[in-house]
Structures are given as C-alpha cells and as structure tokens.
C-alpha cells in the first residue's frame, strides 16, 4: 500500500511551459518535504512544508501544503532544462518516533 | 561543512560475496536512515538507527541484510551473499531529530 501518491509519475515539457505536480495521501502528515534527485545523485531538499494551507517559494518553484496536510503541490513557472530530475515529495508522520514516508517520485523532464 | 558521506560510490561484486557500504551522518546528527532505489523507482525505506539501536527494520529483507550504528564511527549496511537483485543504489541519510532529513549522495552496488 502507498500511503504517498505522486503524479503524474512521468511529465515532458518544452522549456518556458508551467506545471504541477502533486503529492497526495489519506493520511494526515506532521509536515512534508519536497526533494529534487538528478541522476547519479542522491536527493536534496528543496523545501519543508509544515503548516496546513502553507506557501512557499523558491525562486520559478511554488510549494503548498493542503489545508488538512494530507497533500501538497509544487509548481513551476517556465520551466528550464535545470529543472530536469525526479521530485520525490516526503511526509513525516508521528508515531512512536518521527518516521519519514517518501512518495514514487514525479520525473520531469524539460527539452530545450 | 561536510554532509552526510557515503563511501563507496560505486561497487562491484560477484555473485556470493559480501557487501559493505558505509555512511557518516552529518556532524551532530544521531538518526540515520538507510534507503534503497531500483533505477526509474523511488526510494524504498529500509532501516532507521540511532546510535547503537535499531528504532525500525521493517524494510529490512528477512535474510542476508543487517544494519548497525555503532557508538563511535559510521553506519554500516552489510549484504552477505549477495545476489543480482541486489543491484541497486544505496542512500543514507541523517537527521537531528528524526524530522527533516538529508541524503548522503549514494552508493552504486552492480552484482555481476
């Protein structure tokens, strides 16, 4: 069972294009992180999402949480060839310790 | 400044033998995390230590798999016997608290 849902699971855009992703679950997490992987490297963190109905933006990139944090949203605005990789959404949910759950992952791809 | 470090990058075994992979968590950080990604995946959760306690294995497979965070040096995943599915990359990861994680930048174990 996955208790983290990404989609799409595979997107190719031209640069200049906007898109979203989404990271959805019905379970209720404590917060929520998004992590860029390009191939070859392991993820970094692009952002920790902690407060439902909470924005945030990194540059092109536009994060919300949902406002009963079970789902989240990131978005970006004309999209570059850098931002090429797989974004891998995480949600932290409390049980006897903090434990981290990552979603399959949403591979994006931007051809010049 | 240094971050989580995982050595080797890349390994390679025959069918049968052992693997080891090794993992220091960034300065400070006491939880580390192993996780494992097949290519076009995401990441499977493994295993969750904190020194000298394994908090949670569940992702750990039965047989040939063990993990220890020892009081004093790195983490170790240990694979005895191993097998082609075995293939993969290996990522660690370490936290403060158990919250927001960070990744180490993976090693690559091809069985041949």
């Known amino acids: 069972t996955q208790l983290l849902e990404q989609s799409p699971q595979f997107l190719s855009i031209q640069e200049g294009e906007n898109l979203t992703v989404y990271c959805n679950s019905s379970?209720?997490?404590?917060?929520l992180q998004w992590y860029r992987q390009e191939p070859g490297e392991g993820p970094v963190l692009l952002v920790t999402?902690?407060?439902?109905?909470e924005v945030k933006k990194l540059k092109r990139l536009t994060f919300q949480f949902g406002d009963a944090r079970k789902d989240s949203s990131l978005h970006i605005t004309a999209a570059q060839p850098g931002d090429t990789g797989l974004y891998l959404c995480a949600g932290e949910r409390k049980t006897s310790y903090d434990k981290v759950i990552f979603g399959p992952g949403t591979s994006l791809s931007v051809i010049p | 400044n240094a971050g989580v470090m995982q050595n080797p990058r890349h390994l390679v075994r025959r069918r049968g033998q052992e693997a080891r992979l090794r993992c220091s968590p960034m300065k400070g950080h006491s939880h580390v995390y192993w996780y494992r990604q097949l290519p076009e995946e995401g990441l499977k959760f493994m295993v969750y230590?904190?020194?000298?306690?394994?908090?949670?294995e569940s992702g750990m497979p039965k047989e040939r798999f063990s993990a220890e965070f020892p009081k004093e040096g790195p983490s170790i995943l240990r694979i005895q016997q191993v097998v082609r599915g075995d293939s993969a990359a290996y990522f660690c990861a370490s936290s403060l608290r158990g919250n927001t994680i960070y990744f180490g930048e993976g090693s690559w174990l091809t069985v041949v």
């Open positions: 379970s209720v997490f404590s917060s």
């Open positions: 999402v902690v407060t439902g109905g």
């Open positions: 230590l904190q020194k000298e306690n394994i908090i949670d």
